[in-house]
């Protein structure tokens, strides 16, 4: 079993989301008790590419900070909607895992 965090980067985690207080506090117990469980937390961040601003190296490409991945969990880049094409090696990397349990 993993859990998986997608596009919770700080450029789209903010006030502006609906119910925002009780969907950080959401994510936060998802991961507290995947972590707790010994279930492994994976990460999916979208980049929109170089000079947009939400690209790697830019700070609202990071995730959103209450959200924050350890320093062992695995993140994981995508550039289009869907996490598992092949250019992010999610798919790739589940598909190994699952083969492995």
């Known amino acids: 079993m ?3 965090i997608v596009d919770t980067q700080k450029g789209i985690v903010d006030e502006r989301l609906y119910a925002f207080e009780t ?3 959401n994510i ?3 991961i507290w008790t ?3 469980q010994g279930i492994e937390v994976v990460y ?3 980049d929109d590419g170089p000079g947009t601003g939400f690209s790697i190296g830019d700070d609202e490409f990071e995730v959103y900070s209450e ?3 350890l320093s062992t969990e695995r993140r994981f880049v995508k550039t289009v909607c869907s996490a598992f094409k092949k250019e992010s090696g ?3 990397y589940l598909t190994e ?4 349990m």
């Open 90 to 92: 999610l798919l790739e």
């Open 23 to 25: 969907f950080v506090s």
């Open 44 to 46: 999916v961040q979208h």
């Open 28 to 30: 936060k117990e998802l």
């Open 67 to 69: 959200f924050a991945p």
């Open 2 to 4: 993993v859990l998986l």
């Open 97 to 100: 895992r699952a083969k492995k």
């Open 34 to 36: 995947a972590r707790e």
